[in-house]
């Protein structure tokens, strides 16, 4: 019931920042492999309506965003450890650049460049969750190339990190900055038309990526979406750790509804049973899995007050 089950799909950049984890931490997991676009009806059906790849699923707890992955893992498997001898607030500085600055105009000249690659739903799927209409053709080729300077921007700041007599980004060993940066970079060859020639000028960041890129990925074994939703059905949420809520915070056991900002999807809806400075936990009641507890990191999530719904 203890296993590491992960939800993801083989191009997904995010997904590829979780595997390296395990491969860092040597770790076995479980790899269920889902649609890269909706409906994910398994998916939805284990988290309660949260649709963002990747998921990480322990028995009946299940673990969303890779920013509260990562560190439920660490937390879990601390050696070797994410952070090392590492400030976390730099860290945690650094993977909010790269998930944010450097990823989405990464995303936005791949996606582009690759416009007519893809299968059309994967841009429809994309467009819906921000609520716009699905972009022509047209409209994401001229967005590559407003993003390639974007890109080529931000990219001589980690050539120059690499150039401080460090193997990786902050330290001699890899850690949590390096696979969030790692996961942006990465993309750049993840689709048909590979457009990494951008990294052509900096050969240490070819050099720490291939250090990077030999980590793997650990031990996986296959896993079905339905044993995956079996698992869920036969555990028990673990107990939940003592709470240090804000002040701010609801009472334990006050029904909520919850949601990724910037997203048009739907809300995960159940009664808060963990609240620290980092994580909001929701106990859930489905009627196939039983009780299930949907972890979210706290920053870039919104959570509206709701009335329980009668039996």
Known sequence: ????????????????????????KALPWR???????????????????YRHTPVLQIGADIFCDTRLIARELDRRYPQPSLFGANPPGLTAAVEAWAER????????????????????????DRAAMRG?????????KALAERSLGLVQAQIPPIEDMLGQ??????????????????????FLKAMPIDCSA??????????????????????????SPLEALDVA?????????????????PPLGTWLALRPEEYVTDEIVGDLVYADRDELAIHRLDSALG????????????LRLIEKAAP
């Open 233 to 249: 059905a036969r555990a028990r949420p673990a107990r939940a750790r003592p709470t240090d809520a804000a002040a701010s915070d």
């Open 165 to 186: 007599g460090r193997a990786y980004l902050l330290s001699d060993a890899p850690g949590l900055a390096d696979f969030a940066v790692y996961h942006a970079l990465w």
């Open 291 to 302: 009780d299930v507890v949907v972890h979210f990191p706290r920053v870039g999530y919104a």
């Open 1 to 24: 019931m203890n296993e590491l089950i992960l939800h993801h799909y083989d191009f997904s950049p995010f997904s590829e920042k979780i595997r390296l984890i395990f491969g860092l």
């Open 101 to 124: 600055d450097l990823f989405w105009p990464i995303a936005r000249y791949v996606s582009g460049t690759n416009a007519e690659e893809v299968a059309p739903e994967l841009h429809a």
């Open 132 to 140: 716009k209409h699905t972009p022509s053709i047209a409209r994401l």
């Open 31 to 49: 790899s269920v492999v889902i649609p890269s676009v909706m409906p994910k009806p398994d998916l939805v059906r284990l988290t309660g309506g």
């Open 198 to 223: 951008v990294l052509a000028p900096f050969p240490r960041i070819g050099s720490w990526m291939e250090r990077i890129g030999s980590i793997g990925h650990g031990r996986s074994a296959d896993m």
